[in-house]
């Protein structure tokens, strides 16, 4: 879609330009684009913030619709890279929007607000967002002050534009590890559910900052990406940057020229799976459909439909023959696809237990055997017999095991069993009529259709 004529036009009016001292020194850039290999790793990046970080609320006021606190603490980049920070911007300002009720005050639901291109100082975000939200649902807000805007903005920085392409990454960095400070604090002093939003820009850095959370958080980036480098390079903020300085800057100095080259190319795992995602993205979202469709009859369907395992006392040539179509091997084949964790265990014949998790995975995939069972036998005649069943049997791996929990002799009775011969303790097992005239071996049933 070509840039909107209204936003050019109003970008032309705009004399202040970006990046006008240029790219900016090249070892900053370089520290910046180390430390971000750590930073974009969610395991390292959040042992950056200690849970305890200090922070400061400097000012508290009662207003007759809401409670406004205001704080500060030391951005966390400077303790990690310091000189890159200017030093008006070193410190983190924000101001937090609570109720002056909360409806259960076992949940104080709380988001913080990122600012987009331009917003500076914290009234725009509190009366047209933060404070409508607050009414309507009693959500509580920080609003955090962007480096080089509003109260960090240096004094030689012309309104909202960058003087080098090094302060963008600067403020990016900044922010990742100052909504981490936030969050926790929010945690220390009981506030949750957590999220956070941004509009723009402050929705890019949103996005940044919650992939380094690493709990559950609600994410809203509106009219935002994955990149902003088609906005600078295409759209209508092409039209600001300072594109001589950064050519002559860039063909001046061979040896920085090189350098940079070096930094910018970014071959790393994240960036070719964004690759991957966007060039294969219809194929992803038909599969996530699928997957959708087969949650939806996992949970939501006719609960009738369970399936009835079978575990065979005795056998014999003729029901082998007789039942091998509705027979399931769990083997190295892994025709019910488990994992793998789960498909050692089931094969092995040391003593174990099952987790809930892979009770639940079990279940699961049975269901989906299930399902395709009773297809191809439509398929082949019409509908599916009466009484028909889906025995499951699981192999040992070793070989002087002849244990299975659907085959059980009375030579295997003397030898460990397997796991697979345990798994009846977790699932709704019926046994067929054996020789013997034994009866029927009853277990409590799991309930595979509930919601985990």
């Not at 200017?86 to 607000?113: G, S, T």
């Not at 933060?130 to 805007?149: C, H, Q, S, T």
């Not at 100095?253 to 960036?271: H, I, P, Q, W, Y």
Request: with cysteine.
């Amino acid at each position: 879609m070509p840039p909107s004529r209204l936003d050019g036009l109003y970008r032309s009016l705009l004399l202040t330009k970006f990046f006008c001292k240029g790219w900016g020194k090249p070892e900053n850039l370089e520290r910046l684009f180390a430390f971000r290999k750590i930073i974009s790793n969610r395991a390292a990046c959040s042992q950056l913030v200690p849970r305890d970080y200090p922070v400061e609320i400097t000012k508290e006021e009662l207003h007759s619709d809401c409670k406004i606190l205001e704080g500060k603490f030391i951005s966390p980049l400077e303790i990690y890279m310091p000189g890159l920070v200017p030093d008006v911007a070193q410190n983190a300002h924000f101001q937090i929007l609570l109720p002056l009720k909360w409806n259960d005050e076992r949940f104080k639901p709380i988001c913080i607000h990122l600012a987009g291109t331009g917003d500076h100082y914290f009234w725009k975000r509190r009366n047209l967002i933060a404070k409508p939200l607050l009414k309507e649902a009693n959500l509580g807000a920080i609003i955090l002050e962007n480096p080089f805007y509003g109260l960090r903005k240096p004094k030689e920085q012309r309104a909202s534009s960058l003087q080098n392409v090094s302060d963008i990454f600067v403020m990016g960095g900044c922010l990742v590890l100052e909504s981490l400070v936030l969050l926790n604090w929010c945690e220390r002093n009981g506030y949750g559910p957590l999220g956070i939003t941004g509009l723009s820009m402050g929705g890019h850095m949103a996005s940044l900052a919650a992939t380094n959370w690493p709990k559950p958080l609600v994410l809203v980036p509106c009219l935002s990406w994955s990149t902003a480098s088609s906005v600078f390079t295409e759209g209508v903020m092409s039209h600001s940057i300072n594109w001589d300085v950064l050519e002559t800057q860039y063909f001046a100095d061979g040896n920085f020229r090189e350098r940079l080259s070096k930094m910018v190319t970014v071959v790393d795992d994240a960036f070719v799976a964004g690759k991957h995602f966007i060039q294969n993205f219809n194929q992803s979202v038909e599969e996530l459909r699928l997957d959708i469709n087969e949650t939806k009859d996992l949970v939501c369907g006719d609960p009738s439909s369970d399936v009835n395992l079978t575990v065979i006392r005795e056998t014999t040539p003729e029901r082998e023959q007789k039942q091998s179509k509705n027979l399931i091997h769990i083997n190295r084949t892994n025709a019910l696809n488990l994992s793998e964790p789960l498909l050692n265990k089931l094969l092995s014949n040391v003593r174990c237990e099952l987790t809930q998790e892979e009770i639940d995975e079990l279940n699961m995939k049975i269901h989906l055997a299930l399902k395709r069972h009773n297809e191809e036998q439509q398929q082949a005649e019409g509908s599916p017999p009466a009484g028909s069943k889906l025995i499951l049997e699981v192999k040992a791996e070793d070989k002087g095991v002849t244990t299975t929990t659907t085959t059980t002799t009375a030579a295997a009775t003397t030898i460990s069993k397997s796991v697979g011969s345990k798994i009846m303790q977790y699932i709704s097992w019926g046994s067929s009529s054996a020789s013997d005239g034994t009866q029927e071996e009853k277990r409590i049933p799991i309930d595979t259709t509930k919601q985990r």
